[in-house]
């Protein structure tokens, strides 16, 4: 098994803040792509939104993206359904 060098020779984070910098001064720019999204908070596709939006340097929460659950319905699963009615 080949050996991997670690990125950075320091013991703790402050090491690492004072040889690479921090990211406090960045400030996100809104392009075109910056749209809103209709995903659910907590969902896996408003987390691949997030994620998506931090890699393009864009801001992570839109104005206009979707704040309540209206409209969606949960899929129930049918074994949990059985058990707790067993009570």
Known sequence: MERVEP???SRN???AIQEFGNDEDFTPVETEEFVPTD???GSKKKLEVLAE???KGLPLWHPLDRTD???L???VDSRRRKASSKG
């Open 13 to 15: 984070v402050f090491e």
């Open 73 to 75: 319905s949960a899929v």
């Open 39 to 41: 995903a659910p908070a």
């Open 53 to 55: 939006r931090v890699r």
């Open 69 to 71: 659950y209206s409209g």
């Open 7 to 9: 990125l950075m020779k």
